[in-house]
């Protein structure tokens, strides 16, 4: 029989549960929330029939048993019910239990009878116990929920415990334990301190959030704990659990316990962690600007990320340490076995402070009195500034430019293995040496050296020369079994981790259909004979060799390597060439040096190349980008960054970056033909491509932020030159006008779908067709609708919502998966506009949960509520945004972080915008509103501001026109006629 919710509010709980309303807001959101059941006493007529709220119902039979069964527990006890449609009966689906009891061994059980609740369980006594629930959506631990209380045989979606009071540092008077046996609860949160909670018997809490300080004990046989999250005031935790991932947003904690935990992230921007916790940390990462580490106990650090300033303190080892940030400042003292610097760095090493291998790609500067066994420059780094001690120095740099080398160090040995000079100014060296392979020189200045074993045209400041040491002849072991081709890629193909190749081999030939990272162990020879092609990317890493068959298997967009790799026969960084027969050359210092040698047919370089004038094409060539290329204007005004003329013959360009703020990115002018694919042009003061007399094929190219726009076409008047001609394939082009020209009949034009012609005053442009699209890094895709659009987004996206577009229903923006959160931008263009439809389902246009959430270039605008909420969300952001004519307010912000960057709002029914705290999670709430105009008489309006204080809600206003007013715990922001 199909059911209606009854909403029937007992005199003695009512005030309880309603508040007065803050505005006239409130009062339509209310009317347009669905009615939600409440709890209601009863009373008993026989063993049949319950009165509740003056209404006589009967019980079903289930029913019956379940109140006869837990007739004491249900003394004082609600009841929160669905009514039948006929209104003679009902179903329980939730409970309120007031009756305490006296211990933690004499508690006041609820025997569930295997029952399944569809509301909540509101636990507002001491001492009790829940047991054998098939199912519950929601258990409430009130303020009166003290001493314990246990779950036995429980499963539940939701288990929260309320707080006493707005601040949860507050101490109270005593602990409160929360026991679970045999139980399973997915979301648990904790905000009253010196709480403890206990999982037992193979119980499992899958995700814990603490707003309070706790402690947390897990037995053997417990289930792991999916995550864990501190929120920013939780001082102290203790744990005893295994843990699979833990995210500190304290500013300060005390971490003890002993644990297990795979992965710690700490996100608080000048984050404190001590720990005297025994167990194991897999991987900590650090995302602060500045971080400092104590860790006091026995405990064993596998892996530490830092991506800014740290300073590091440990009793015990340290396995391995990898910075990330460029310019940090790191003060380590403690041991460390394996050290790896990704970016430029000052370290400091304090006295306790050993490092067994330290491995820098680049730049260092080196102080301290702790010591380092083994220190290796990798061919990125070009100054080490030593004034710490170290054992052995190996120096692997092949740039053109010279490594400098100073300090005070005192180092044992040093080993060159390069080809590029190398200066060093050090107080004292032991011993020089030269690897088999090592052409570098080396100018040893002032520096005193004992011994040197290296050629004499090889040092410029002559030392006594001593005779070499024969090398060490060490047999080869037994060569083990090989993983053969077809088990290789088999793995390649399925493997859902890394792999690790630990014997020579050769694949190729095969698409991939997984993003795979391959780790080639030092000393193994990975050959690839053959192209692999798909759309899923290979990444090798490790300290092993790639061989290449044809090098330009280099140009396939999909493989990738670290810098840790070998090459077979030449090292492939910077600019190189191949030329017709397959023929390698390494020695050239600039990419334009390379584009002038005619032999070379085709031409690579990596990394950021700052251009003082264009890069002048004038030949028949290939180049290729790779690991991130990019080509930068430096400082002179430069009319385009590439200009390709007067060519017969093909120009294929492809895979790097461009931006030129003082001109336009790539021009290419009468060429007979030309491919340009998996180019990135953007912030370019005039157009990212410019096309004049030429056959252009264009695959995968990218744009944005152009002042002119994309693509511009043009043929003028040569009677030698041929006609202008763009195939524009799958791309990602975000500026309004992809294509334009100023001589439309006289181009030749063929695009993708999405793409409309349209007159403008001065010349014909094309543009989207008004849609949804799903913009990926090189792609762009239509989409049914905007809630498809976001629910299948990338992890770092963008859609598109080109002119108005009728939603008819709320949009719901969530993380699909929190461990991977996205970080996407909804962007307006031509007039792009998000509106509430005649049968719109709904309060909010959108509803958005998901951290790092861009609007811009947007209206939105008639939804019945509001047009925008924020829930709980972190690094929201409005940029050129107007929210108007929403029947309550243009945004609420329920607990988060939103920075309004150029927000409009006009035409809201009471108010421009709303910020409160989420009552559940008790989240701050902060409102930013940098730029724009809020016409509203209330331009923002809080409830909580006063209640909950500060630290919950904040708003900052840099319109100095609005004035502030305090009515009780409301708080408004009017215009000055209010």
Aim: hydrophobic letters at 35%; proline letters at 4%.
């Amino acid at each position: 029989m199909k059911k209606q919710m009854i909403v029937l509010y007992a005199s003695i709980i009512g005030s309880l549960l309603l508040s007065p309303p803050i505005s006239e807001a409130t009062a339509k959101e209310t009317a347009n929330q669905k009615a939600s059941p409440s709890f209601h006493t009863y009373s008993w007529l026989n063993h049949k029939e319950i009165r509740i709220g003056g209404k006589t119902y009967t019980l079903p039979k289930r029913d019956q048993q379940f109140l006869l069964q837990n007739k004491q527990a249900l003394q004082r006890a609600k009841l929160a019910v669905v009514e039948s449609k006929s209104g003679k009966t009902m179903e329980i689906i939730g409970l309120e239990l007031n009756m305490s009891g006296k211990s933690s061994t004499r508690t006041v059980k609820l025997d569930g009878m295997g029952r399944t609740f569809k509301g909540e369980i509101r636990i507002n006594a001491k001492n009790i116990k829940l047991e054998d629930i098939e199912q519950v959506n929601r258990v409430i631990l009130t303020k009166q929920a003290t001493a314990t209380t246990q779950l036995m045989d429980v499963n539940a979606t939701t288990l929260i415990q309320q707080t006493t009071k707005h601040d949860v540092t507050q101490p109270v008077a005593s602990s409160t334990n929360i026991v679970l046996n045999e139980s399973s609860v997915q979301y648990l949160d904790i905000l009253q301190p010196q709480t403890r909670l206990y999982v037992r018997d193979e119980s499992r809490a899958s995700h814990v959030r603490l707003f309070a300080d706790a402690e947390i004990r897990s037995s053997a046989n417990a289930g792991m704990m999916t995550t864990l999250l501190t929120g920013h005031k939780v001082n102290t935790l203790k744990v005893y659990a295994t843990v699979n991932r833990f995210a500190n947003l304290s500013h300060e904690l005390e971490l003890a316990g002993k644990s297990t935990i795979r992965k710690i992230e700490m996100t608080s921007d000048r984050g404190r962690l001590t720990s005297t916790m025994t167990g194991t940390i897999d991987e900590l990462i650090t995302h602060g600007a500045t971080t400092s580490l104590t860790f006091k106990g026995p405990l064993d650090v596998k892996q530490l990320t830092v991506f800014g300033n740290a300073t590091l303190s440990s009793e015990q080892l340290i396995q391995r340490m990898t910075s990330h940030h460029g310019g940090a400042t790191l003060i380590l003292n403690a041991p460390i076995g394996t050290f790896q610097l990704k970016n430029q760095a000052a370290v400091t090493l304090g006295n306790e402070a050993n490092i067994d291998r330290f491995r820098t790609e680049a730049d260092l500067i080196l102080n301290g009195s702790g010591s380092i066994r083994q220190l290796e420059a990798t061919a990125l780094a070009g100054s080490l500034k030593l004034n710490a001690p170290i054992t052995e120095l190996i120096v692997r740099h092949n740039e053109k430019q010279a490594m400098t080398i100073s300090g005070t160090s005192s180092i044992s040995s040093v080993l060159l293995d390069g080809s590029s000079p190398v200066t060093i100014d050090i107080t004292a060296i032991g011993s020089i040496e030269g690897s088999s392979t090592n052409t570098s020189t080396v100018d040893l200045g002032q520096t005193e050296v004992d011994v040197i074993t290296l050629p004499g045209d090889q040092v410029i400041t002559k030392r006594p020369e001593t005779e070499p040491t024969p090398p060490l002849v060490v047999p080869s072991p037994a060569t083990p079994p090989k993983t053969t081709r077809e088990q290789l890629i088999w793995i390649l193909q399925h493997s859902t981790g890394d792999y690790t190749i630990m014997d020579d081999v050769s694949i190729g030939g095969f698409e991939t259909k997984r993003d795979t990272y391959i780790e080639i162990a030092e000393g193994v020879t990975l050959t690839i004979d053959d192209i692999i092609s798909g759309s899923h990317r290979i990444q090798f890493f490790g300290n092993g060799t790639l061989r290449l068959e044809d090098p330009s298997y280099l140009s396939s967009p999909i493989v990738s390597y670290s810098n840790t790799i070998k090459f077979d026969g030449f090292a492939p960084e910077g600019v190189f060439g191949i030329d017709a027969e397959s023929s390698i050359f390494k020695e050239i210092d600039h990419l334009q040096s390379a584009l002038a040698n005619p032999y070379l047919t085709h031409i690579y370089f990596d990394g950021q190349q700052e251009l003082n004038e264009p890069l002048a094409i004038n030949r028949p060539v290939h180049v290729t980008g790779r690991q991130g290329a990019s080509l930068h204007s430096k400082d002179n005004s430069l009319h385009h960054l590439i200009e390709v003329e007067n060519v017969d013959g093909h120009v294929t360009l492809e895979q790097f970056d461009m931006e030129n703020r003082t001109g336009g990115g790539l021009s290419i002018r009468r060429v007979d033909s030309a491919t340009v694919q998996q180019i990135r042009s953007q912030n370019n003061l005039k157009e990212a491509f410019f096309f004049e007399n030429v056959g252009v094929t264009a695959q995968g190219i990218s744009s944005s932020g152009n002042g002119s726009g994309s693509i511009r076409l043009e043929t003028s008047h040569d009677e030698h030159a041929r006609p202008t001609s763009l195939a524009l394939h799958d791309s990602a082009l975000l500026d309004e006008k992809v294509i334009f020209s100023t001589t439309p009949n006289d181009v030749t034009v063929q695009t993708p779908d999405w793409l409309e012609r349209k007159e403008g005053a001065t010349d014909t442009y094309w543009t989207y067709k008004p849609g949804i699209y799903s913009i990926g890094r090189q792609t762009t895709e239509p989409m049914t609708s905007l809630q498809a659009a976001v629910d299948q987004v990338e992890i770092i996206g963008r859609i598109l919502i080109s002119g108005g577009q009728t939603l008819d229903a709320t949009v719901n923006i969530l993380h699909a998966d929190p461990q991977y959160p996205q970080s996407y931008t909804l962007i307006g263009m031509n007039g792009g506009t998000l509106e509430a439809g005649p049968n719109f389902q709904g309060d909010e246009l959108l509803n958005i949960s998901a951290n790092m959430i861009s609007l811009k270039n947007l209206v939105v605008q008639g939804a019945p509520g509001h047009g925008l909420v924020y829930d709980g969300v972190f690094d929201g952001t409005l940029n050129n945004v107007t929210v108007r004519n929403n029947g309550v307010g243009g945004i609420f912000l329920r607990s988060g972080q939103l920075s309004a960057y150029g927000l409009n709002t006009s035409g809201n029914g009471t108010y421009g915008v709303r910020v409160d705290r989420n009552d559940t999670t008790k989240r701050r709430a902060y409102f930013i509103f940098n730029n724009g105009h809020i016409t509203e008489n209330v331009a923002v309006i809080s409830e909580q501001s006063v209640a909950a204080g500060h630290d919950f809600v904040d708003v900052q206003s840099h319109d100095p026109a609005l004035i502030r007013q305090e009515n009780g715990t409301i708080i408004t922001w009017v215009q000055p006629n209010q």
